[in-house]
């Protein structure tokens, strides 16, 4: 057997025909010199071999592998010229070569070593190993390194990460560290422990392995002032400290500068990690395969490493619509990025991201060769070389390159640049088999495994997250100790939760994490809240004792008060007096001052306001002239020498100058006019200079007098100067900035002397005006002096009289207050003293509950990190253990802990309930998570409890329910997030959007203030008000650590006793309305009472906390506390009547207790379906319905106790009889029989372990009692027997059974020994259930029969009794929103039925569309379905099972149906054969139903009669004068439709094929008996049966046996005796008869009165049959019976133990099968030969042994090479292993073997029994008597003996046939004349009688009997006679049926023999009789 992979024929075909096809036009595409050359490695071991046919093609070429020298050489030319390049010392070349000798050991010891076994399928190790090592070490640079230690340090380093870093165990990484040891010992010539002297733990001593752990290697030292990754020394880490400090300084620099910062905590082991990340983006090409579960850092430490290298980091954001298309755009991208534009990336890639398969296929490549074959079209690929060249060019502007060496250069550069960080998770097969299909995942990278977090590292986190909070150390030691306990613990508890129940829970250090995070965010908070309450109620209390005793004080207080206030009064009257007379003096005086005042306020306003208008006319001058002034400032002397030295000024310098001199008073010299007139004229420019020359020039303007300007100059300035146009500072500028400057003085004097002549006067009548204002007021200060005097006389009595006042007012108030404070305190005392008390205890309460609190949310917050999957035992157990665990850490905690009790808010929790969550304590605890967890909840929620209660408490917050299969999924969670609604995503699968991931992981960031959040490519607001909740419908649903460790996994699978309490308010609520409506209103009350109670508490408690002072003084406060008590005294009298009233209506509710309590169990005995079958899915709704149905519908009674018993009963049978019609008929009694044991031990009537014993016999080790009754008794039954003894009730039932051993040995002989009586004390001693357990253990095969009975008996007659299938009911079930779903078996076919249904009520025709799924017919099928739900119109979708990836827009279409959108009159029928992937949605809300053959001949019968067409009336009735001829006949065939139904339960003994007969058989041959009936006079029977038997049901059967078979049966029951005979007998017994003619119903009572079991005598057969079938049954039972219960025991052995055992069984079975046969010598010793064809028959035999054998040799050699890691574990050597360990014959084998049912012990006795025969034969010559059994191919040997008597005799071989001769004798010692003897055959069915020499009846329980000798003697075919013989097939084995081969030949029919028979053949053929070569064991 070879592969035969696409690629391959591909190739194939080319060498073959030299061309291909292009697949467009199909024309024919020839390549020309083209050379192929190809690579493989040598097949075996998870490689397969190729085809010869392709092989054949090639030169091949073996190549071998380097020896040790050849290693040697490469390594150390490497080596040693890398040291020169970087000149090291020369003795560093002699380390060069020990480097590679100690490399090369080690890498040869790995290899041996370290194989790669299944668990440890990446222990692969080639030459790339090697040279990563001495790559490693060639990263140093000469300056880091010291010494010759310091390289041998690095080398072991490298080696480390090489070698060490993929190891999985403690035991593979001591077996490193001892080999590196012996190496540095020996290589190295030094010794180990001092050269790792530095990595000594604090011990000292010698060096361990985990010391080496902090042996680190790294350029990471220099990330912080070296940004260049390559520029970095590659050193020694002397220090982890040194480090630490780091990579802490580089994540803050991360977390500042990328918006999702990380929370990470920097220990050991996240250094080496890191370390090893690091080293693999240092290297060239370097890529690195991480391998740990879901939260174990992978990507974290990914990032920070490419931040720490500057290198950019690539991850695909994967959404809902990523394809393969944007997986090839996201590698262009990211391969021009490294490629074209160098820039350095590491491109992380984790599991979750791997939508597709084929993605691993690219990175396959890329990892390879850099590169993803044909992923750039040929414009890209242009762009990319146009890119690269400019690059090339800037290294060698004159180089010319090529576009090949162009692309070859951008690949070298993607691989530069480019890293491949693979994060894979090791659980499941899904990494073997990637490693397996992608070897360069092992080959291309340097893997890194993630263990389990040690111990230092778990503390350490602990230590850095709990050193912020307040505790003692040792408390804090405790804590951290208890968190690893906490950790451990769990993971144990995950291993027996998935032994035990198959439930998936992963521990990851992220569990670890939440942990310590909710500890620490819940201890402050609830300290904090604790403490809060407590210093309230001291306050509280301090408040109340202050004012109590306050009383007394104020009393004597108030005494000694009032005296006083009586004399104080009096002086106050005297007073009062004196000061009236003072007043009026005072008042006089005063008038007079006043007068005096206006005059002297008037003259002053005069004078305020002249220097007003002075200053503002001023205002204009003075700011030029501070300009000109600061204008002059700027000038200095060398200004002024500039313009002096001036020959021949500008016109502008001599203007200014000019005035200048006029305003200094400087006479001009006359001077003759330069115009040539003959006149003098005036010239300034002459004294200009002089004053210029003047050094204190520029002094004397600042100095100059402005007051005092003389008139003639500033006539002249204003009359010459100021209206000249030239005169203007902005022009002289121009020719001088001396000159600007000295105009500009001039130009500000003028203008001050303007203002200052117009101000001058004013000044003069201001300087008046003041005189007299001081004159004035001289006089007014004396008057003033004498009215204060006067004044403060009068102020002095009044402050006396004043303090008089208030001195009595104080002593009124004192007296006042003194009263009312002895009235508040009175109040406060008499209001609040009551609740002294209870505050008191409060306090003391909440003090004991803070001394508890570290160790009661420790435990919380274990319960909210870890415990949310498991169910309720679990977690209990757990909470125990953890409880203990504190108590030994020393840490206290309260004994009886309560998750609820410490997180939980009563009122809150209040509020959950009336909003939907069942009271239990496991349900309040999940809600108590949802509420306290840090991360969104996803609730497994197969029943919809957490649903219904999200939504009904989220209802006010405008809750979203969305699915992802939702159109605008996206859009309302986007709109929700933003505006800070809650979102429920319903309905999830396995997986998770991937898009999801920012959300559940809440990677917010803020952007402009705001905070913000990514999802997808979408920016968006976050409100802090948002809430996510996921739910999903599975029941055992499996999230991979990827999923779990960001969500808060929750089981919310309802309880019994939140169900039993559900179904009790229902059951109030229809029986008592009034009762419940009154407990729900005072459920309400309460909660609001509680409330109220709680906020007024609250109120009176923050009014004491907030008064400052003293209380008695707070009128409010006091007059607050006051109401609050009176409103909180009337709310308690109403809360005492409420809680009185609540608890007369629980008594009351608690009579109805029996009947929720009893329905509870049944709905959990229906939970359990679906492990049976997938498509047993029943809703919680849907059983609240029936539920509620059966109350309405029951029997009514006033008496409680009758009408529990009718509701009880009513509700039962109801319950049983919808869920049977939706169950296969082989677990109908498996339903009533789990219905009935759930409801006995609820009662405790039947013991649990008992119960277990039952189904499984028991778990035991080997027997060593002595079977005291072998004879009889098999060793299975007797070990279980001794097992049974062991049992509570079973005392002394070995040793009584071994004393009545005859007793015992009649019961197991009974025909029924489950209706016979136990020997006695058993039968008096046993309960019923105890009575079966026995049965079980003696007889089996009648447990299906006991337990029938058992039934019938507790529950009654009609829970075995199954309801015929019946359509129209199931509609009447169903509405227009409710598909209804036919669950199809083999066969069953009930689209006829559905059709005729269909017509009947009026939806034939047009209204009536069926469409059968496939590829392709989805759309169709929901057009259809529109259509219909619109028109009202019915739609039938068949094989829904085939159309599994519709199935999810099928639940989608299932759940838009509303009454509001669908029309009344629409249905939806399915068909489907169960399938795992049908939505459990539509299944658990819709009509389910099985029309499969009922079981039993009765159930049979009554189908046939209560369906049509025999129900019709006109059909059952259409044979009007015919009646009797067509009602026994119609009749009779309904008795023969049930018994070739019922035959297929015998198994091959009944059919050797199971056809599909089905109604539709029954109806068309009803139909054609009918017809025939009307048409003859005489009922034509052989017409009649033909049809019936060859074409109708014969129609089916393709094996000739059966159809023998058919038509023998039919002859039974198509005869005339049937019609002629009233009574006409079907059996020998005569119970079943075809009753005389009658009415319908007269037929349909007499099929009622049938027996509900039927004996095999009706169908012709031996009791015997019913054995192996009811054995069979029993086996089926108990397997379905356990999968419905949970596991208690048992588990797997470790992985250890089970290669082990597959070691033992391989070499087992390897020394049982002798050597291969020598085919040469076999020709050789018995050649051809014309006269002896037996010759031939033996080397053909041995042949084909030898090739059976050469495959088992072969697989069994690999599987213990795979299982020592010598191999790869290939995907068959899986199988064949998974085989082995269940003792079945693996497929490998089987697929070349001769067909065997034996187990695989027995099969491999039978292989080396039929070997030896054959080696026998070859060694002593031809046998005497041949063991048929023993030829691999039996026909040529029957061909054999007939060929050698045809030659014998010339006669033609076809002419020839066997006759059969049964010899007296088991084995015969000569041979015949002619023919053979054969022997080793088995009969079944019936005996060989050796006295008669003739078949015979079988003995009981005896099912098959030896045939003795038989002579096979061929003859002419007409000479053979068969007269007296029943022809009997022989098969190979009991399965009867085989398969056409290529020899034309069936795989398992071998010939008939005719074997002699007194009673006719037909007995036989109905007996099912057969011979058989072998039997099953």
Known sequence: RVAITAGIELIRQYFDHQMWYDLKDTTKMKLQDLIIVGAMGPPGGGRNPVSPRFIRHFLITSMLEFDNDTLTRVFTNIISHYFKTESFPPEFHLVGNQIVQATLVVYKAAIDNLLPTPAKSHYVFNLRDFSRVVLGVLLIKPSSVENKRTMIRLWTHEVYRVFNDRLTDDEDREWLFKQCRDVVNSSFKDKFDDVFESLKGNGGGKIVSDDMRSLLFGDYLGAIDEPDCQNRLYEEVPDVGELTEVVELCLVEYNNTHKTPMNLVIFRYFLEHLSRISRCLKVFGGNALLVGVGGSGRQSLTRLSAYMCNYKIFQPEISKAYGMPEWKDDLKSLLISAGVKGQPTVFLLTDAQIKLESFLQDIDNLLNTGEVPNLFPPDEKQEIIEGIRVVAQQEDKSKEYSPMALFAMFVNRCRENLHIILAFSPIGDAFRVRLRQYPSFINCCTIDWFSAWPQDALERVAFKFLEAIEMEETIREGVVTTCQNF??????????????????????????????????????????????????????????????????????????????????????????????????????????????????SAKAKEATDLKEECENDLAEAIPALEAALAALDTLKPADITIVKSMKNPPGGVKLVMAAVCVMKDAKPDKINDPAGTGGKILDYWGPSKKLLGDMSFLNSLKIYDKDNIPVHIMKKI???????????????????????????????????????????????????????????????????????????????????????????????????????????????????????????????????LYDNLIGDVLISSGVVAYLGPFTTSYRTKCVLGWVKSCASCGITCSESFSLSKTLGDPIKIRAWNIAGLPSDSFSVDNGVIVDNSRRWPLMIDPQGQANKWIKNSEKENKISVVKFTDSDFMRTLEN?????????????????????????????????????????????????????????????????????VKVSLLNFMITPEGLEDQLLGIVVAKERPELEEERNALIIQSAANKKSLKEIEDQILETLSSSEGNILEDESAIQVLNNAKVLSNEIEKKQVVAEETEKMIALSREGYRTIAKHSSVLYFSIADLPNIDPMYQYSLAWFINLYIMSIEQSNKSKILEKRLRYLTDHFSYSLYKNVCRSLFEKDKLLFSFLLCSNLLKDRQEINHDQFIFFLTGGIGLENNLKNPAQEWLSEKSWDELCRMSDLAGFGGFRKSFQANIADWKRYYDAKEPQKIKLPEPWHSKLSDFQKMTCLRCIRPDKVVQAVTNFVEEKLGRHFIEPPPFNIATCYQDSNATMPLIFVLSPGADPMAGLLKFAEDKGFGGDKFNAISLG???????????????????????????????????????????????????????LTSYPSPKFPVTVLQNSVKMTNEPPTGLKANLLQSFTTDPVSDTKFFDG???????????????????????????????????????????????????????????????????????????????????????????????????????????????????????????????????????????????????????????????????????????????????????????????????????????????????????????????????????????????????????????????????????????????????????????????????????????????????????????????????????????????????????????????????????????????????????????????????????????????????????????????????????????????????????????????????????????
């Not at 309905?987 to 992981?1001: H, K, T």
């Not at 048929?1828 to 076809?1854: C, E, H, M, W």
Request: proline share 5%; with cysteine.
């Open 487 to 600: 950790h451990e613990s769990v993971r144990l508890l995950s291993e027996r939760f998935y032994k035990e129940l198959s439930r998936h829970n992963y521990v990851t250090p992220t569990s670890y994490l939440e942990l310590i995070g909710s500890f620490k965010n819940l201890i402050k908070k609830k300290q904090d809240e604790i403490m809060k309450n407590k210093t309230r109620y001291e306050i509280g209390l301090e408040k109340l004792q202050f004012a109590s005793e306050q009383v007394g004080a104020m009393q004597i207080e108030l005494q000694a008060l009032q005296p006083q206030l009586v004399v104080t009064a009096a002086e106050n009257e005297k007073m009062m007096i004196h000061i009236e007379k003072e007043s009026v003096e005072v008042e006089k005086m005063s008038k007079l001052v006043r007068a005096d005042e206006e005059v002297a």
């Open 718 to 848: 204003r009359q010459e100067f100021i209206p000249n146009p030239e005169f203007d500072p902005n022009k002289v500028k121009n020719a001088s900035s001396a000159a600007e400057g000295l105009c500009r003085w001039v130009c500000a004097l003028e203008i001050y002397d303007r203002v200052a002549k117009v101000v001058a006067p004013k000044k003069e009548s201001l300087r008046e005006a003041e005189i007299l204002v001081n004159k004035l007021m001289e006089t007014l200060d004396e008057k003033r002096s004498e009215l204060a005097a006067v004044e403060a006389k009068l102020t002095a009595l009044k402050d006396s009289l004043r303090e008089k006042v208030e001195m009595k007012e104080s002593l009124e108030i004192q007296v006042d207050q003194c009263e009312k404070k002895l009235v508040r305190a009175e109040k406060l005392i008499g209001g609040l003293g009551g609740e002294k008390d209870r505050w008191s205890q409060s306090a003391k309460d909440l003090q004991f």
């Open 976 to 1044: 929700s997030i933003q505006f800070g609604n809650p979102v429920l995503i319903e309905n999830v699968g396995e997986e998770l959007d991937p898009s999801l991931e920012p959300l559940l992981l809440k990677q917010t960031f803020k952007q402009g203030g705001i905070m913000c959040i990514k999802l997808g490519e979408e920016t968006i607001e976050y409100s802090s008000e948002f809430k996510l909740y996921i739910t999903t419908k599975l029941r055992n649903p499996h999230y991979l650590p990827e999923i779990s």
């Open 1415 to 1469: 590829q392709g017919q989805g759309p169709i099928a929901r057009k259809m379905i529109e259509k219909a739900a619109e028109d009202g119109s019915w739609v039938a979708l068949q094989n829904v099972h085939l159309a599994v990836s519709w199935m999810p827009q099928l639940e989608k279409i299932c759940e838009d149906f509303s009454p509001d959108t669908v029309s009344n009159s629409f249905r939806l029928w």
């Open 1519 to 1977: 044979c009007p004068e015919k009646e009797p001829h067509f009602e026994k006949l119609l009749f009779s065939l309904c008795f023969f439709h049930a018994i070739v139904q019922e035959r297929k339960k015998f198994g091959p003994i009944g059919w050797n094929i199971a056809y599909g007969f089905n109604d539709s058989d029954l109806r068309i041959s009803l139909q054609q008996l009918q017809i025939f009936v009307n048409a003859y006079s005489h009922v034509p029977l052989n017409a009649v049966t033909y049809l019936t038997g060859e074409c109708n049901y014969g129609g089916r059967v393709t094996d000739d046996w059966d159809r023998r078979c058919i038509t023998t049966i039919l002859r039974v029951y198509y005869n005339h005796e049937v019609v002629d005979d009233n009574k006409y007998k079907f059996s020998p017994s005569g119970v079943y008869y075809a009753p005389p003619s009658g009415t319908y119903d007269s037929y349909v009572a007499f099929i009622k009165n049938l027996p509900s079991t039927q004996l095999p005598e009706v169908f012709g057969m031996h009791d015997n049959v019913d054995i192996s079938r009811e054995l069979q049954g029993t086996k089926l039972l108990f397997e379905d019976l356990l999968v419905t219960q949970a596991q208690t025991g048992g588990g797997g052995t470790g992985g250890s133990s089970t290669e082990q055992k597959l070691n033992e069984i391989g070499s087992d079975i390897l020394t049982k099968i002798p050597a291969s046969f020598d085919i040469e010598d076999a020709v050789e010793k018995y050649p051809v030969k014309y006269e002896e064809s037996m010759n031939t028959v033996l080397v053909q035999e041995m042949e084909r042994f030898n090739r059976l054998c050469d495959v088992i040799r072969s697989s069994l050699f690999n599987l213990q090479k795979a299982i020592k890691g010598l191999v790869v574990m290939s995907d068959s050597l899986e199988k064949v292993a998974s085989s082995l360990l269940v003792g079945k014959v693996p497929e490998l084998w089987s697929a070349s073997s001769y067909p065997s049912l034996k187990p695989l012990g027995s099969y491999v006795n039978d292989l080396v029994a039929r070997l030896k025969f054959l080696s026998n034969w070859f060694e002593h010559d031809k046998p005497n008597c041949f063991w048929i059994s023993a030829f691999y191919f039996n026909q040529a040997f029957l061909t054999g003996v007939k060929q050698n008597y045809a030659r014998k005799y010339t006669i033609p071989i076809d002419k020839l046939d066997l006759d059969f001769e049964m010899l007296p004798c088991d084995d015969i010692d000569t041979a015949p004349e002619d023919g053979a003897y054969i022997k080793g055959l088995y009969v079944e069915g019936a005996r060989w009688d050796d006295k008669k020499m003739s078949l015979a009846e079988s003995f009981p329980k005896a099912l098959y009997d030896t045939m003795p000798v038989i002579w096979l003697k061929p003859n002419i075919k007409v000479d053979i006679s068969t007269e007296g013989k029943y022809v009997s097939p022989v098969y190979k084995t009991s399965a009867r049926q085989g398969q056409l081969s290529t020899t034309g030949h069936s795989t398992n029919f071998v010939l008939a023999i005719n074997v002699p028979t007194i009673k006719p053949q037909k007995h036989w053929v109905l007996r099912g009789t057969c011979l058989l070569c072998s039997l099953d064991d």
